[in-house]
């Protein structure tokens, strides 16, 4: 099984400002890596599939990056709206596996 | 618009079963993977179960495989979660889930059912 570490844990970040948020495969799973935002009482939603493409509707503040171990999800400036639990998720093989999520929270 | 709408959560004592169901509408649902993905309280998602769009081909995470069964009745578009033996790390909120491909991502989402294994 595949194992995905999220860091930081959490993010205390302004509105405006950037976010970084780190996912790291156990083992290499090429380009195969999706990010989603998950709002309180709400289910998640597909931001990023296969590293770097875009869902549908998502804003150009999001953006994704990485390859083999080490990916990356970047949100340029900082919505209110953007402060949520976010989670990546690969697609590699058999079973697919969640990071344990980054908390955005606001400062 | 897609819609998925799980239902048939509930309380049940360790060692019972539950099924859960989750009804889709606004897609060609024979023509595409569904998975069921749960998330304990406070916790983060955990993958449980997929199945191809035939039905020909299930896969379950460790955790499950043995205990629950998932299944499709493609002529009323609905996807199922066969769950025995029932344990208090069972407790969570289940959401169905619509893949975008084999072995994908989750594009649409249900709002989730709650299973509470309690005594």
């Known amino acids: 099984e595949i194992v995905l570490t999220q860091s930081p844990a959490t993010l205390s970040l302004s509105p405006g400002e950037g976010a970084t948020l780190s996912c790291r495969a156990s083992?290499?799973?090429?380009?195969?890596l999706g990010w989603y935002q998950q709002k309180p009482g709400q289910a998640p939603r597909l931001l990023i599939y296969?590293?770097?493409n875009r869902a549908t509707g998502i804003p150009a503040r999001f953006s994704g990056s990485g390859s083999g171990t080490d990916f990356t999800l970047t949100i340029s400036s900082l919505e209110p709206e953007d402060f949520a639990v976010y989670y990546c998720?690969?697609?590699?093989?058999?079973?697919?596996?969640f990071g344990q999520g980054t908390r955005l929270e606001i400062k | 618009e897609v819609q998925l709408e799980d239902s048939g959560g509930g309380l049940v004592q360790p060692g019972g079963s539950l099924r859960l169901s989750c009804a889709a509408s606004?897609?060609?649902?024979?023509?595409?993977?569904m998975s069921w993905v749960r998330q304990a309280p406070g916790k983060g998602l955990e993958w449980v179960s997929g199945?191809?769009?035939?039905?020909?081909?299930?896969y379950y995470a460790a955790s499950v495989q043995g205990r629950f069964t998932i299944s499709r009745d493609n002529s009323k578009n609905t996807l199922y979660l066969q769950m025995n033996n029932l344990g208090v790390e069972d407790t969570a909120v289940y959401y169905c889930?619509?893949?975008?491909?084999?072995?994908?991502?989750?594009?649409?989402w249900g709002r989730g059912t709650l299973v509470t294994v309690s005594s």
């Open positions: 998720q690969h697609r590699s093989n058999w079973p697919i596996t």
């Open positions: 889930a619509k893949s975008t491909g084999t072995m994908s991502y989750f594009d649409y």
């Open positions: 296969d590293t770097s």
């Open positions: 606004g897609v060609t649902f024979s023509s595409y993977d």
């Open positions: 199945i191809s769009g035939s039905g020909y081909n299930t």
């Open positions: 083992q290499s799973i090429s380009s195969y």
